[in-house]
């Protein structure tokens, strides 16, 4: 296979799962002698880049919210045009586009590049009626972010959300498939072994995850006071926000703040448990993360992704959205019994070898 040129354009690389994602898949094709570039709205930096992985901002200051409304979104795109192809000239044509996030889905559909794909890594569904219930200007505008996918190439990071986009209302795209998110399982397994001091020594639940709504973590605390003699590990940028809502529910004693970690998998791996509570998600890379770490997982069952990993008798693991009880309950009892399952086979499907070479074979449908 030729070395391709590969575009991947995304809000930031602020430390969320998506960014996460498009790092790892960069990280791989650079390894194998491809080049890859990041082109950012803004300059937020919470992960750690690889040297050989270049990437520019498109604006330095202002609001992301400013220059994607729908009066300036025309100028943004322009300017984004422009920058790419002044790249390009330097860097050679690029085979493959990849856009990520609603703000940069936005930008991205008017600018026309050539085999562009939109990776979409949440519930369309569930985020349009989430915004509809909390007011009327966030759900219109979440209309007008999912409506730029109609007639665009989607890649869909599992098969929920392939599913649900094949029979939704809300967009027509040309086409839509499924690749999975990767896991490099050598790299968390390694990171896993890493020596940190903070990593409490005693028995602890963990979290990962933003604190917001979707995340649920009022399901998850309520859920934790009925999960006795072990403490939660939260591992979250906006720690101020997760102690407010840790207050309400009584349990502020009860969690370690932990705040973002860049290597988050020794902490998963020293976890007796990994729960998660999200009422939606894309895929939950968390999950096959904490299973490469041999960290049990107790998940609610939500759309999409969980019941795509957690398989077979881990299926036993998934519980009923927003249900505390039930929750409570299967912490308690996998916390007391002996795990004896092999996790293996269960995460094979995301080695970032094979995701990262079905991204690649992408970049060969380039005319």
Not at 329 to 355: G, Q, Y
Request: aromatic letters at 8%; charged letters at 25%; glycine letters at 4%.
């Amino acid at each position: 296979m030729s070395k391709k040129n590969i575009a991947i354009y995304i809000d930031s690389l602020a430390g969320g799962g998506a960014e996460r994602v498009m790092l790892d898949i960069a990280k791989y094709l650079t390894e194998l002698g491809h080049k890859v570039v990041f082109f950012l709205l803004e300059p937020v930096i919470d992960y750690e880049v690889a040297p050989q992985i270049k990437y520019h901002v498109l604006y330095q200051t202002g609001k992301r919210s400013k220059f994607t409304n729908r009066f300036h979104i025309k100028k943004t795109a322009a300017d984004m045009t422009r920058l790419v192809e002044h790249v390009a000239s330097k860097e050679g044509r690029f085979d493959l586009h990849l856009s990520n996030l609603d703000s940069t889905n936005h930008v991205l559909s008017r600018c026309h590049f050539e085999n562009t794909y939109y990776v979409i890594h949440n519930a369309i569904s569930q985020e349009i009626k989430r915004a509809k219930k909390s007011q009327i200007f966030r759900y219109f505008k979440t209309l007008r972010e999912k409506r730029v996918l109609n007639g665009k190439d989607l890649i869909a990071v599992s098969n929920g959300i392939t599913e649900e986009i094949k029979n939704t209302d809300f967009i027509s795209p040309k086409s839509v498939q499924t690749i999975y998110n990767p896991c490099d399982i050598e790299f968390v397994r390694a990171q896993a072994k890493v020596a940190n001091e903070q990593i409490p020594d005693i028995p602890y639940l963990i979290h990962i995850g933003r604190v917001v709504k979707q995340k649920r973590h009022d399901v998850l605390f309520k859920a934790l006071q009925n999960v006795p003699n072990i403490p939660l590990v939260l591992l979250c940028k906006n720690v101020k926000k997760a102690k407010k809502l840790a207050d309400k529910y009584g349990v502020t004693e009860r969690i370690i703040f932990a705040g973002f970690q860049t290597n988050p998998y020794n902490w998963i791996a020293n976890a007796k448990l990994m729960v998660f509570s999200s009422d939606f998600e894309g895929l939950g890379m968390v999950l096959v993360e904490s299973l490469a770490c041999n960290t049990p997982v107790v998940s609610t069952n939500c759309p999409y992704g969980p019941n795509e990993i957690l398989t077979r008798e881990l299926a036993n693991n998934l519980v009923p959205v927003a249900d505390a009880d039930a929750l409570a309950k299967r912490i308690n009892a996998v916390l007391n019994t002996a795990s004896t399952i092999d996790f293996n086979s269960h995460i094979e499907k995301f080695r970032l070898e094979c995701i990262a070479l079905q991204y690649l074979k992408l970049a060969e449908t380039s005319n």
